[in-house]
């Protein structure tokens, strides 16, 4: 983020800028290495995606990276109960920028059908969500347009964001 | 004849006052016996050679807070023998008074986690248990969540995350 | 209020001890721990000394949610528990309720029911068997048998229209009857299955690298499998011929002609070689089932436990006021007072009970799974303790793990 945040100064708002903002954004959203945080249900569904017939290498997410430091989208699939909740904040800081959160089904996003003591209510309580999926699971498809919605948010980021 | 109807006849020859109640039920034979003579009766289930119960299939409680009954808690073991493909249930009164129960690990090996998780959502806790500590939720949570008076939602611990999480803003 | 931090927090990550062990913290997040499972390992080199498990971090509260929802209700929650295999656990489930209620289901809901089970059976295999490759490294049959459960999907989806948790079962019959051409497509399905099982087989059953990885580890003995609670294909890898559809026939699985696999040597390569079998006799018992699947009505015409057609609802008097008692707050089904009742199918992984209490209400009193997969997990640091940490892979994955069900 350094970098950018130093381009920004320099260039300002130019036609220079706007001409790297497309070339980076086009690299990362056509690249976007994905961590699969599925705990339940939804990590079935996701895995059905990452496999042959819904294929999401399509849409290059090809190497499926279990360890923070090499992934740069995070997929949090399933429920995630509060014993769980540290460890999950905990990977998501080890991530390195850019990264982007995906909430898969629909206990990640409000807590779903596990209205009790012991589901944390939407997991935007702990970390910042980019695309929220809807679905009990979600089908493939549904989590293919997902990925589709962060790469049209991806494509209107700036690297003057960073300096701003 | 209901499953478990031997192995019932066998207990009331033997241990005839430690019976408190049988129900025989969809074909089942549940009996409550009397807490001092648990390990007793489930000890005899297991080695006597006729009944021969060498699996302990399901422990668990059960909290009588609303069924009105006499006692607050109650233990539920379910027994199946390979042997004779029987099958019994045995229940215990606990008072809240005093929550101990004998732990049945030194007889069946998988009591013992059953016992861990039965104490981690009730509070009732079980002698001569190897390892008697929190298994579902984490230690140091207040309260015994399946209790009868314990809210569905919780009291606020779903809300709270512990420093790690508060120190860091975004 | 307390904080969230458990006594082996300090383990996080990896500690060396003064003499030269080391702690290593595997989970909860790891891609070789099948959800949310952690271990905590003392290693002393690449020999595991001393193992804990520690689980919990999938517990959602289910036995808690069963006590507020209605017996109805609580079907979608069953599904959720192993969700490898959503239908086993809805007919687990609403068998426990018929017996509570004392009902009987029709003929041929019985049949579709064996139909499902089975199908949902071998759909749980093939990801444990897909899983167990790709832990060890063999990427290719986990893409092949995931192929095969798109398949029985889409089976799923023309069934019940949801491809996954489908929540199918109702108390008293099912939520449908089978739609037209149903059967023809799923004996096509099964026309070419056993032939993907064989191309499968030629990849690791006599694969080299495959039998030194399996054979002789994780084994367990007989009496250590019973005194543990062990049950399923974990059981009958020892030598321990035991199956619930045949000892004590559910669902009418006594007019069906199976075999039961039975394992030798209780390790890891027979639990593997068992599962493929079991796929196989799964395969029979849904073609028998499709052959004499009788004719007659799916569900109940039983008006106090399964609610009558929606045709009915809107024109008939009597049918409104039946849906009414049965769905709304304070009315529903009406089991005895103060009763319970213990249930058991042979699910996939092993004997998954349910243990209902009643008090009257609509509502259960209580609702207790007997969940295979705690029971199963609780073997693990005696299979892995002094052994390799690779041979800790290869025991998980073939347990069949679901944290679904381990933690509820």
Redesign the interface.
Known sequence: MGLEKVIGNILGESYLTTKLDFIINWARKNALWPMP?G???C???M??TL???YDLARFGAEAVR?SPRQADMMIVAS?I????????R??YDQMSEPKWVIAMGACSNSGG??N????VQGIDKILPVDVYVPG??P?PEDLIDGVMALQRKIEKESVLDASR | MPQGETALKKIKDKFNDSILAV?T??N?T?ALVKKKDLYPIMQFLRDEQELFF?????L?A??RL??SDTHRFEM?Y?LHS?RT?D?I?IKTPVDENDLTVKSMTSL???A???ER?VYD?YGITFEDHPDM??????????GY??RKD?P?RGR??RE????YLDNIKR | ???????SDKY?CSERLDDGRMIVNIG????ATH??LRLLLELDGEYIVKCTPE???????F???G??MSYGQYM??T??MN??S?LSNNIAYAEAVE??L?IQVTERCKYIRVILAELSRIFDHL?NLGTQGIDLGAFTP??WL??E??KI?SLFEMMTGH???TSFVRIGGMAADLPEGFDAEVKKFLGHFPKEIDNFEKMLTRNRIWMDRTKGVGVISQE?A????LSGPNLRCTG?E?DIRK??PYDCYDHFDFDIPVGANGDVYDRYLLRVEEMRQSVRIVLQALDNLPSGPVDLDNAKVRLPSKDNVYNRMESLIHHFKLIMDGHGLQP?K?????H?IESPNG?L?F?I?S?GTGKP??V?T?PPS??H??VVPMMIEGRLISDMVAVLSSLNLI??EL??
């Not at chain 3, 909860?28 to 891609?31: A, I, L, R």
Request: with cysteine; aromatic share 16%.
């Open positions: 945080f705990t339940a249900c990590a079935i569904e895995m059905a496999s042959t017939r279990f429920r109960a509060v014993k769980m909740a540290p460890v999950l905990k990977i059908i596990f009790t003591y012991a589901v009990c699971p089908r | 129900v039920f969809r089942e549940q060498n699996c302990l299939v399901n668990t059960v909290d609303e069924l539920v379910h390979y493909n099958r249930c069946w090996k998988t013992n986690w059953q998780e959502l500590r929190r298994i579902l939720l984490w230690e140091g949570y207040d969540p399946l314990y569905l606020g611990e709270k995350f512990n420093e | 209020m307390s904080t969230l931090t458990t006594s996080s909860p997040q790891h891609p959800g949310t689980l919990g971090y999938l517990h959602s509260g036995e808690k949610l006590e507020s979608s929650v599904d959720r969700y490898l959503p017996k509570l004392d990801l986990f893409l995931f192929e459960r798109e999907n491809r996954f948790t250590d019973v005194s543990y609670g321990f035991w000892e004590d005895p103060d009763r319970e009742i213990y058991c004997e009970g243990y209490v008090d009193y209580r207790r007997r705690f029971i997990y609780q944290a679904g933690d509820r």
